[in-house]
Each structure stands twice: as C-alpha cells, then as structure tokens.
C-alpha cells in the first residue's frame, strides 16, 4: 500500500488530457463530473490492472502491434473534444452557453471521456506496463486480494485528483462566461496540443516501421511518457 501511495502521484497528478478534460466538464458538472471521469476511468483500468496480473505479455505485444492505431484514433477523439470545447468558448463569450453540447453536457458523457480517455491512450497503457507494474507484481504475490488492496490505495487519488479539478472549473465557472470562456479556450489549445502529440508520435512510428521494412536498424519501443491522466 505504502509503495502504491508512493508510485501513484507519478502518473494520477501528472497532467494530461483527462486532467484538463476534467476542468472543462467541471464546468457544466461541478464536482460531480470529475467523480464521473474519475469512474470512467476506473471502469477501463480496473480490467487492465486485472488482466495485467495474469497477461502482461500478452498486453505488451498488443500494445507493440497497435499503438500506431491507438495514437491516431485518440488524437481523432481529443481534436473533437477539443474543437466542442472551443464552440462552447465562442457561445459563452457572446453571452449564452447552450447546455446541450453533447461533449460535455452530461455526467453520463463525463464517463464516457473517462473510459476513452483511458483505454485508448497508449501511454496510460505504458505507464501500467513500466512504472505501475512493480504494483502489480508486487500485489499479485498476496493473490487478487493483494491487487484490489493495492488498486484501492492507487484510485482513489484519481477521484480526489479529477473530482478537485472539475471543482475548480465550476468555481471558475462563477466569474462570469466572459472568463468561462477564457478558460474553455485554453483547455482547447491544452487538448489540441496533445492530439499533436499523439500524431506526431504516430507518424514517428510509420516512418520508424517503413525503415524496419526497408532492413534499417531500429527499435519497436514506444515512447513511454510516464503519466496517465
């Protein structure tokens, strides 16, 4: 438990685009839409940590064979988020703010971010292989109870990490849509940046993969950031 509290913070508080999502659906949710990213989140890690105890192998190779596919389907679904976002920055400005936007609207929405934002980034994955797997390995000597112990000691700073975050974007919320939309604005250019990374990541693995091809020397490691938020 003690190595989990200390392991965690590397990846839950590092930010990254569920953290800065988190802020922005703060600010139609309250409090509550981080909860609702945080389980979200929970839904599609809680598997992968489980699965991890019996199948890291397996998981490595998948994540060798897809994480071209992975980095581009994730920055498809950030560039989305974020153009809603920047929509939802222009009508807060002229002075309304339709609640309808279908991308942050809901608690039910707020989920689904935190799945997708969860399953479908690589380096999530990566963390879990690399720096989050001494938890696992250590935890599984105690069974499946020693991993729910050590999962239980992990997740719950995600929920009080996303949950402060989401508060933070309805407190902000509070000075008015002019500064609203300030807010939402940056968070867009935040989670646009991130598709650029992961794109970028992307056509590094297919040049990476056509030099493999062609006999060049080269490795199939993906880069590995260490966060998971």
């Known amino acids: 438990m003690l190595k989990s509290l200390a392991v965690t913070p590397s990846g ?32 599609a890690e809680l598997p992968y940590v489980l699965f991890l105890v019996r199948f890291v192998g397996a998981a490595r190779r998948f994540l060798s064979r897809f994480a071209l596919a992975l980095n581009l389907v994730i920055a498809v679904f950030l560039l989305f988020f974020s153009l809603s976002l920047f929509i939802a920055a222009l009508e807060s400005w002229r002075g309304f703010l339709r609640m309808s936007i279908p991308s942050v609207a809901t608690l039910q929405v707020a989920t689904l971010y935190g799945v997708a934002l969860t399953i479908l980034n690589p380096y999530f994955l990566l963390w879990w292989l690399t720096v989050g797997y001494t938890l696992v390995e250590d935890a599984s000597k105690a069974g499946y109870k020693g991993v729910i112990v050590m999962y239980l000691s992990h997740v ?26 300030v807010l939402l604005t940056i968070i867009s250019l935040i989670l646009a940046y991130f598709a650029a990374r992961f794109l970028a990541d992307a056509l590094r ?18 880069k590995v950031l260490y966060t998971h938020s």
């Open 12 to 43: 839950a508080l590092s930010p990254g685009p569920l953290s800065a999502g988190a802020i922005a659906i703060g600010g139609f949710t309250g409090f509550l839409g981080g909860l609702a990213v945080a389980f979200g989140h929970t839904l």
């Open 156 to 181: 719950w700073m995600d929920y009080a990490w996303l949950g402060a975050l989401a508060w933070s974007g309805g407190v902000y919320r509070l000075l008015g849509l002019k500064a609203y939309s």
């Open 205 to 222: 693995l297919v040049k990476q993969n056509r030099m493999e091809a062609m006999g060049y020397p080269g490795t199939k490691a993906t």
